[in-house]
């Protein structure tokens, strides 16, 4: 019986350890949003596949808000406090959404830049982060 299980054993280990090796950028980039949805608790959700945008190579990740707290205000060019309001909430979206793990996958696959682009359910653009190598 450990003359069958050891090998098992091994071949489910390089088998996890060539799987992870052999994600692409898309799959990994799907790992990553859904952490980030994890470490956000659930305030944004539905990442989109990374679309390509430049032969740089750039991408654009778009994301649903879920919370109406994280939705920036309309009037943030007339209004300071809106204005104010509307540069914390992209900040925290930059800091949350452009970590060292996003730069470690960009460096992977040679990207130069990853844009997560926040949009409410009706469609409208609320924060913009670009993460550049």
Not at 3 to 17: R, V
């Amino acid at each position: 019986m450990k003359k069958i299980l050891a090998p098992l054993i091994l071949l489910t280990i390089a088998t996890s350890a060539c799987s992870t090796q052999n994600m692409n950028f898309a799959e990994e980039m799907n790992r990553y949003s859904y952490d980030l949805i994890d470490r956000a608790n659930k305030s944004i959700s539905t990442p989109s596949t990374p679309k390509k945008t430049t032969d740089m190579p750039s991408y654009v990740i778009r994301y649903v808000i879920e919370k109406d707290e994280i939705k920036t205000r309309k009037d943030g060019s007339t209004n300071k406090v809106s204005f104010m309001f509307n540069t914390v909430v992209t900040k925290m979206w930059s800091d949350l959404f452009c970590t060292n793990e996003l730069k470690s996958i960009m460096a992977k696959y040679d990207v130069f830049m990853v844009s997560g682009q926040l949009f409410g359910k009706d469609g409208a653009r609320h924060s913009v982060s670009m993460c550049i190598k």
